[in-house]
């Protein structure tokens, strides 16, 4: 009899989920964000290192990985931030397919580079949909939780079209670590119009340190004072009483949303609506920055047009092929 | 006070903010929703979710399927069309959901943060005093007198925000400052013009008047009510609140624990809001309300 096609969580690692795209869609207006994998450029990457399509569900580490027994061999990618993995102790690349065999063990340790690593395997996780997504918002307990010691979770069945073992070289991948992924694109608004014209410019201008408080949710930022328009200072009631206060509305993933004097970036797992003003919005082609970037880092911001964001969100989709791998 | 035009703004590459008015009205809301029902039926393709919220929703949008110009140009023609007229029928289920006023959970967690701010006055107190009702009593009459319309939600999945359908039955409170670390799950807290019910232990910032035994979120979708879905209600929903009392909560609780209770839930009801606005007028007039409205 084959072995059952599953892993065992020996150590979890630090709130280590298991995601999928697009994430879970249609029941935001209810309160539920699309979750998903945050540097969903490195996540896809996993995926087609191990011949999944690449939206396959696969695992997000954050900061200190997990330890996994394989109960089945596998094909196994690592990718995104290095967190030295092993198998059964030996060293074992990132950025490559890998062969598994049952009873090894695979080791992550804690992130040097980056913040978030993906774990992917031939025919992916195989856990139960909930609300038609295999993505965890773990805060929630909504498909899952983070993963716990002791649990095991299924594998799917590889689709058999491709066996080859692959690797991504340096000019294909995000660059980890690099002054490019600490300066972040963002597009004005939706609330550009309740900050000071002052305040537009220093957002561009200045140096943000991420806080240690930064979790799926958002990351919180520190940096200038803000000032604020007209529109933030003589306001209907209604809006509530601080400049940053704004009638409940619509949060889009991305957003940097201004609590008081405290920008946060609002990422997968983020509240759906609430009452603070969203003055800039990092677009989707640039969250793999945000999908690594460490605490106590300094992160700059520019400003481009909507047209670019979606321009630069074509580029990575159609970069992020088979045609990124190098067959070994 | 409502836009002659929705105003678009973008908000990065994929999601548009679509403010219809500037104010918190059920007038107002029921435009956004109004709308909402209208893009949906419109079926425009590359148009991913809605949110809808209190003056404004928003919109996600899929770049590759349809531009930003073209999403403001549809919903801009969908919003001249249809959305101020009379003649919508909403889908809009009714639920009854029991509520123990002044309940000694809530009150434990009033407690608690009165133990590090002294100076909060009691939550029920407060209410009381800034709406000029003589007691608990009236209060718990006043709230629990009206339906309320469920105008959003969000925040945290299945956090309501309900709006009172009877202008009479409008309370008011501020928020905590600061806000609270927990409140009990089912609590029912009031602030600005607004009910919600916590679905889940989180932090929050409404005067907390009673709690449910109910759940209005269940991820482990075990009740029937949670069959399709792990949160309880949509917008556009109504809600209405039945007082019990601690014996009542207990057996309702203790059903709910057995995963034998089954929401009150009126499902084949719809809400007209042109006889809501003739009811609604008729009681600014004075007149006594008539027949089945």
């Known amino acids: ?328 | 006070m409502i836009h002659q035009h929705p105003r678009f703004y973008v908000g990065g590459d994929r999601y548009i903010e679509v403010e219809l008015g500037d104010g918190m009205s059920f007038e107002l809301n029921i435009l956004v929703h109004n709308l909402v029902a209208a893009i949906r039926q419109a079926a425009i393709p590359g148009i991913i979710e809605l949110i809808p919220e209190l003056a404004s929703m928003q919109i996600s949008y899929d770049p590759e399927v349809i531009s930003y110009a073209d999403v403001v140009r549809e919903v801009g023609a969908l919003h001249d069309g249809a959305s101020r007229t009379d003649a919508a029928e909403l889908p809009s289920r009714m639920f009854y959901i029991p509520v123990m006023y002044f309940d000694p959970w809530t009150e434990a967690c009033i407690e608690d943060y009165r133990s590090r701010q002294p100076d909060k006055q009691p939550d029920a107190q407060l209410v009381c005093q800034a709406n000029g009702l003589p007691g608990r009593d009236a209060l718990r009459r006043l709230h629990a007198g009206t339906d309320y319309w469920v105008a959003a939600l969000g925040f945290w999945p299945g956090l309501c925000s309900l709006m009172p359908l009877d202008d009479r039955a409008r309370i008011v409170a501020p928020k905590y400052n600061p806000p609270r670390t927990w409140t009990p799950r089912g609590a029912v807290g009031l602030g600005g013009a607004l009910t919600c019910i916590y679905p889940d232990r989180t932090p929050g910032g409404y005067q907390l008047l009673g709690r449910t035994p109910v759940p209005t979120f269940d991820r482990e979708q075990r009740l029937p009510a949670f069959h399709d879905d792990i949160v309880l209600f949509r917008p556009g929903d109504r809600v209405r609140f039945i007082p019990i009392d601690q014996a009542e909560f207990e057996f309702l609780e203790s059903e709910v624990e057995a995963g034998r209770y089954e929401h009150h839930c009126v499902e084949h009801q719809t809400f007209s809001v042109g006889r809501y606005r003739e009811a609604r007028r008729r009681l600014e007039a004075g007149q006594p309300a008539g027949g089945s409205a």
Request: aromatic content about 6%; glycine content about 10%; hydrophobic content about 35%.
């Open chain 1, 1 to 328: 009899m084959n072995p059952p096609s599953q892993f065992e969580v020996v150590k979890p690692g630090l709130e280590t989920t298991v995601q999928e795209l697009p994430g879970r869609l249609g029941h935001w207006e209810q309160g539920i964000p699309p979750s998903g994998p945050v540097d969903f450029w490195s996540f896809r990457l996993a995926n087609l290192l191990v011949g999944n399509p690449r939206d396959t569900a696969a695992l997000e580490c954050q900061v200190m990985g997990p330890t996994l027994r394989l109960h089945c061999s596998v094909l196994i990618a690592i990718t995104g931030a290095e967190m030295s993995p092993t198998l059964d102790g030996q060293p074992i690349p990132m950025w490559t397919t890998v062969i598994a065999r049952a009873g090894q063990t695979l080791a992550l340790r804690g992130s040097r580079v980056g913040m978030r690593s993906y774990i992917a395997f031939s025919g992916g996780i195989a856990t139960t949909p909930v609300l038609g997504s295999r993505a965890v918002f773990h805060m929630a307990g909504i498909g899952g939780r983070a993963l716990q010691p002791g649990q095991t979770l299924p594998l799917g069945v590889p689709g058999g079209d491709q066996r080859g073992l692959y690797h991504v070289d340096e000019a294909h991948r995000p660059p980890l670590g690099s002054d490019e992924s600490r300066s972040v694109a963002c597009v004005r608004g939706p609330n550009d119009d309740w900050l000071s014209d002052e305040s537009l410019t220093d957002f561009v201008s200045s140096d943000w340190k991420v806080q240690a408080q930064s979790n799926r949710t958002g990351m919180r930022l520190s940096g200038p004072v803000f000032s604020f328009a007209h529109r933030a200072t003589h306001k209907r009631p209604e809006h509530g009483q601080d400049p940053s206060n704004i009638l409940d509305h619509g949060y889009p993933l991305g957003a940097i949303n201004l609590a008081g004097q405290t920008p946060i970036i609002l990422i997968n797992d983020a509240p759906s609506t609430g009452g603070f003003i969203n003055p800039f919005t990092v677009p989707s082609a640039e969250f793999w920055k945000l999908g690594q970037v460490r605490p106590h880092e300094i992160l700059r911001f520019h400003e481009v047009s909507l047209d670019e964001a979606q321009q630069r969100r074509r580029d990575l989709d159609s970069a992020v092929t088979q045609e990124a791998l190098t067959p070994q």
